[in-house]
Each structure stands twice: as C-alpha cells, then as structure tokens.
C-alpha cells in the first residue's frame, strides 16, 4: 500500500483545482458551441438555424441553446416580440438603434484565449430580409488584447 506524504498531497491540492479551471476555461464547456473558427462557425450556425427562420427561432436557439460570450444586440422589434412572447428578458441582449438598426441579431458566439494576455473572438450577425426570414449569416473574426 502506497503512503502518501503530506507534502505530495498539498502539492496536488494547490496545483489540481488551477489545472482543471484552465482546462475548463480553455476548452469552454457549455452548451452548443460554434467552434474557434469563422467559416465552421458559419457552418454550424447554419445548420441550427437555416436560411428562411424566422427572428424567434433564432434568439430562441442564441438565448437558450448557444453557448455565447459577452454581450450581443438584436434589432429591436424582434427583442421586444421575444421578450413579449416567451415572457423573458435576455439580460445579454441589448437592442439595436432605434433609427439606425437593420433587421439583424449579433453576437460573440466564440472567445477563447489565443496567447497570453490576447483573446481570439467570432461574432455572427444573423441578416433577415423585408419579410423577416433569415437570408444570411456573416461571422468576423478578431482578437482582442493589447
């Protein structure tokens, strides 16, 4: 039987809860995730919500299904007809100009940290038409640091 030494069992207790903090923080457990990259997270968000969904399916599938990083901002009719709707406010989701807002959802669907002290983002901008169908979605990617 293998005794262990007060010394090897602080060590292992100062150093295991950063590890997994940082692993937990590295990878960002959660919910749906849209990926590190522009062009997958794209892809993904496309396959969640298709060309043609209306503006409730999508803050429907950002607010409860995506796992989001900051704060986003939605033309402002379709926030208050979410919010009337399901009852709820998002306290993320703020809304867009009034005068100069167009018909689309944005936010930071993916932050990760690329190099000490700099963060890598995706945003994803939902754009929908006259009618209110979903025609695209555009994603940017930055960094964030100094």
Excluded: C
């Amino acid at each position: 039987m293998r005794r262990f030494s007060l010394r090897s069992i602080l060590l292992v207790a100062a150093i295991l809860p950063p590890l997994l903090a940082a692993v937990w923080y590295w990878f960002d457990f959660g919910k749906v995730h849209a990926g590190g990259e522009g062009k997958a997270a794209r892809k993904m968000l496309l396959a969640h919500t298709p060309p043609g969904s209306s503006p409730d399916t999508v803050l429907d599938f950002v607010v409860n299904k995506l796992h989001r990083n900051g704060q986003g901002d939605a033309y402002y009719k379709y926030l208050r007809a979410y919010e009337a709707s399901t009852g709820k406010m998002d306290n993320q989701l703020t809304a867009a100009d009034l005068i100069t807002a167009p018909r689309t959802i944005s936010v930071v669907v993916s932050s990760r940290p690329s190099s000490f002290m700099i963060a890598h983002e995706v945003s994803a901008t939902w754009h929908f038409d006259d009618q209110d169908r979903l025609v695209d979605i555009t994603t940017m990617e930055y960094g964030i640091g100094p």
